[in-house]
Structures are given as C-alpha cells and as structure tokens.
C-alpha cells in the first residue's frame, strides 16, 4: 500500500520560505509512471494544484499561480519537495502531497494523497 | 484554464436516497474527468477516474457518466458514511478542480 507523509514547519512567517517534504513509503519516487505532486486547500476552500515533479526532475508548475515555488526530487531517500518563497497570507492552507497517473505528459488524476499539513502564515 | 462548475452548491438529503451531482466543464476534457470525496480534516479520496471507472475500493452505490463537458457523479443510495464533500477534477494541460458539492443530511 503506497503511503505518503507531508513534513515541515506549521508556522512559517510572512515573507519567509516555506518548505515542506513529502516522504513516499510503499512506493518508489523512481517508477516512471507517476508524477509526484503538491496541491492545497486554503482553509473552507477548493483545491489548488501547484505543482508536479517527474523521477528525472523534470517538473511542472500551476501557470495561474504567481509564484508556484520550485518542487525537487530525492529518489536515495523517497522523498520530494516543494519550496514556496516570499509567502504571504494568501499561502496559509492545508498543504497535500499526492501521486498523480499520467495521460499525455499530464496528470490523469490523483490516486494516493498525504494526510496533509497546515501550514499558517504569521505577520 | 478549463474551468469546473459542479452544482448544486449543497444537496440535503435523508440516508437511502439517491444523490446526482453535477460538474460541467467550460470546454471538452473527452472523458478525462475524476471524482473525489473529502471528509472533515482528511485527505480527498479518489472515487471515480476517467468518468466511469470506480477506483480501487470503491463501492458499487457510486458510479460516474458523462462526456465532453458534462459529467455526473450517482450515489445509488446514500450512506451515512457518504455524507461529505465532493470534488471534480480535469485533466488538460494542468489540473483543475470545481468548487466542490457538499452533500448533507436533510
């Protein structure tokens, strides 16, 4: 059964760096056949996607977003990251790692989530 | 950006009934269309993928139609357990969501 567990920091403050690890367990980051995503949900809102990163980095960020930050892979640990900077209010949510199927180069939908993490940004 | 409109809003039903949600998409997304569920503090669960096909799990009281850009999620017979939010979501060139549907006890 494929499991995947957000970390990091749950306050972050304002105009600082949030940073948040994915770890994959049951799974291998390195198959070829998943897109390794980041999404979120501001608090009684709909869900954002930001983000997805391939086995060989290649990645792929939301264009609607201002900043999407940068997402990384770690395959010698089964992990990957996202890296939000300059954050403001408008960032605070619960943030949610997922694997994501591959149709075309895109994602086909999200089968295995995280449990998420809120992470709140302070003034 | 494709964008998704799931109606209505919020549906208020008794256990036993039958729920229809809707999600139309602003343009065509062929049958690339997935439906999630979310409780309270938990993580989506993914129900339906592709339109039609039920996730791994997933009872049989759910199932999924449609094509093109307008789609429909059926629970058969609402559970207590059923009670809860759900969402759509494309596939295009970068996923997006609707708004989501809240399906309450009447």
């Known amino acids: 059964q494929v499991q995947l567990q957000e970390s990091g920091p749950g306050l972050v403050r304002a105009s600082g760096t949030l940073s948040l690890t994915c770890t994959v367990s049951?799974?291998?980051?390195?198959?070829?056949?998943?897109?390794w995503n980041w999404l979120r949900q501001p608090p009684g809102k709909g869900l954002e996607w930001i983000g997805y990163?391939?086995?060989?980095?290649?990645?792929s960020y939301n264009p609607s977003l201002k900043s999407p930050g940068t997402i990384s892979i770690d395959t010698s640990n089964n992990q990957f990251s996202l890296k939000l900077r300059s954050v403001t209010a408008a960032d605070t949510a619960v943030y949610y790692c997922?694997?994501?199927?591959?149709?075309?180069?895109?994602?086909?939908?999200?089968?295995?989530w995280g449990q998420g993490i809120l992470v709140t940004v302070s003034s | 950006e494709i964008v998704l409109t799931q109606s209505p809003a919020t549906l208020s039903l008794s256990p036993g009934e039958r729920a229809t949600l809707s999600c139309r998409a602003s343009e065509s997304v062929s049958t690339y269309l997935a439906w999630y569920q979310q409780k309270p503090g938990q993580a989506p669960r993914l129900l339906i993928f592709d339109a039609t096909n039920r996730a791994t799990g997933i009872p049989a009281r759910f199932s999924g139609s449609g094509s093109g850009t307008d789609f429909t999620l059926t629970i058969s017979s609402l559970e207590p357990e059923d009670f809860a939010l759900y969402y759509c979501?494309?596939?295009?060139?970068?996923?997006?969501f609707g708004q989501g549907t809240k399906v309450e006890v009447k």
């Open positions: 990163v391939y086995f060989s980095g290649r990645t």
């Open positions: 979501q494309q596939r295009s060139i970068w996923p997006t």
């Open positions: 997922a694997r994501g199927t591959i149709a075309a180069r895109a994602v086909r939908f999200f089968d295995y």
């Open positions: 049951g799974g291998s980051v390195s198959s070829g056949s998943y897109y």
